[in-house]
């Protein structure tokens, strides 16, 4: 795709939002089934069945998928779209991107074994290794205008507000 088949892809949604704001409001929405006989989460994705349970550091065997490796390979894959469609968008070439995203956890935070030792993923970084003829000032607009526009980059720099809550319900 080239900047043009991209702006006349994307011409008429931007000018619907523009002039009906309310039509570009989404909800997105994931569900999983917990499974009684083992620990695992049952997601049903509309490109597959994704089982998730432990990571191996927190007693899992690794046959399953870990939930804070989807959240990394969430941000890759968002990033990745979206350095795509922005390099496409600027006329900006590349050979080859790839995109790593590491983080850094502690299991002792989710084991609990310590309490000085927070939950969950506590660094992330994202870097992208590319072969391109563009100036450095141009991938670094790249760069930028990725890190702006990435969903998932932006939503966990600025976390949404949270809440859970459990119902009861009668099977």
Known sequence: MNADELKALQAPIKALYKENPEAAKRIFRAEGTLLPDRPVCRIETRFGIID????????????????GDM???????CAGVTFNVVATAMAIPFRSAKVIVEGDGDFRGTLGTSKEVPVGVTDIR????????ASDEQLATLMRQTERYCVIFQT????????ATLERVST
């Open 52 to 67: 998730a349970g432990l990571h191996p550091a927190a007693g899992g065997d690794g046959s399953e998928a870990c939930s």
């Open 71 to 77: 959240l990394l390979e969430a941000l890759v894959a």
């Open 126 to 133: 994202l870097r992208f290794e590319v072969d391109s003829t």
């Open 156 to 163: 966990l720099r600025t976390p949404p507000r949270m809440a």
